[in-house]
C-alpha cells in the first residue's frame, strides 16, 4: 500500500479579544482547524477505471490517509488492507484545495461492496451517520463477527486512570480545548496509539484505519477510550474493528447500548473521577474489583 499524503497544520493562531473581570484586552489563541475531506475510491470494472465519490466529512487535517481507510472498513466497503493500493491526495489546480481531496486507489480485480454504501455520505464533525435510510443499513457486517473471542481480565484501577491517560496525550485538546480524542490501551492500561479530530466518528475512523494499514485488526484484546460520548454510529465502528472493552468519557445512547448487548461488548460510561457505569459487560471480560 502506497501513500502520497500532505499533512496540514491541524491547531491554528487567531487573534482574539479576552473579557476578565469586566476588561477587555487583545490576545492570541489556539484553535482546531476544520476542512471538508472528500473520499473518492478508484477501480476497475471490465478494464475501465470507475471512481466514486463516497464521502465528505468535517474534518482536522492529518492522518488524511488513515481516516479514509477507516472510513472505508467501517463502512464496510473494504474487508481487508490488500484491497488498497493506493491512497493519494488529489493534484488540484487550486492548492487550497488539492489537500482536501483523497483518493482510495483500490487493487487491480477488487471490486467494492458499495450496496453498503447506500445513504448520502455527507458527515459533519457532530454526526457519523446523517443520511442513513433506517437502523438496519447501518449494521454493517463486521468481518470478526463470528470469531471466537478470548478472555479478558482488567482491574478496577487500571479503568479507573483510563480517562487521565488520554487526556494527559491529546496534544491537540491541551492547545485548544475543543477536539475530541479516541485512544486504544492495553488491558494494563498502557497507551498503544491516539488520534484526534473535531469529529468523534473521524478520529475513531484514523485510529481504527492504522490499525488496519498496520495489519493489527482484530483489537479483540485491547481496551478503547472515548474523549467524549458513545454513539450508535461509534459502536458500530468499534464492533467492526473487533473490539471488546469500550469506556467512554460521557454518556452511551439508548441505541449504542442495544448494539453493544447485541455485539456482547463491554460498554462503560462516565468514566472520570474514579468511577464509570457498566452499561453492559461482555461475558468473556472480568473486571477485578480488588
Known amino acids: 500500500m502506497k501513500t502520497d499524503i500532505r499533512e496540514h497544520q491541524s491547531v491554528q493562531e487567531i487573534e482574539i479579544i479576552r473579557i476578565k473581570d469586566r476588561q477587555a484586552f487583545p490576545c492570541s489563541d489556539e484553535v482546531s482547524v476544520e476542512e471538508p475531506l472528500e473520499i473518492r475510491i478508484s477501480y476497475d470494472v471490465d478494464e475501465e477505471k470507475q471512481t466514486r465519490n463516497i464521502s465528505v466529512t468535517m474534518r482536522t487535517p492529518g492522518n488524511d490517509a488513515e481516516l479514509a481507510a477507516g472510513f472505508l472498513f467501517t463502512e464496510g466497503i473494504i474487508s481487508d488492507p490488500q484491497q488498497i493500493k493506493k491512497v493519494n491526495h488529489l493534484q488540484a489546480a487550486c492548492s487550497v484545495n488539492s489537500g482536501n481531496v483523497i483518493t482510495v486507489e483500490l487493487s487491480a480485480g477488487f471490486i467494492p461492496q458499495l450496496m453498503n454504501a447506500d445513504r448520502n455520505f455527507y458527515t459533519t464533525s457532530s454526526c457519523g451517520v446523517c443520511g442513513k435510510g433506517s437502523i438496519e443499513s447501518i449494521k454493517t457486517v463486521s468481518p ?16 479507573c486512570q483510563l480517562a487521565e491517560k488520554l487526556r494527559v496525550f491529546q496534544n491537540n485538546f491541551s492547545a485548544t480545548g475543543g477536539i475530541h480524542a479516541s485512544g486504544i490501551f492495553d488491558d494494563k492500561g498502557n ?33 478503547l477510550v472515548l474523549s467524549g460520548r458513545a454513539s450508535f454510529e461509534l459502536i458500530q465502528k468499534v464492533a467492526m474493528a473487533g473490539i471488546s472493552i469500550v469506556a467512554a468519557i460521557g454518556a452511551p445512547s439508548s441505541l449504542a447500548v442495544d448494539l453493544a448487548k447485541e455485539f456482547d461488548m463491554t460498554l462503560l460510561g462516565f468514566l472520570r473521577d474514579n468511577r464509570f457505569n457498566i452499561y453492559h459487560k461482555s461475558s468473556q471480560i472480568e473486571i477485578i474489583m480488588e
Open 191 to 223: 497507551l498503544l496509539a491516539l488520534r484526534e479530530d473535531v469529529g468523534r466518528h473521524n478520529a475513531l475512523d484514523k485510529l481504527i484505519g492504522n490499525a488496519l494499514m498496520t495489519g493489527q485488526l482484530p483489537l479483540q484484546d485491547r481496551i
Open 144 to 159: 470478526f463477527q463470528n470469531m471466537e473471542k478470548k478472555t479478558q481480565t482488567v482491574s478496577l484501577e487500571t479503568i
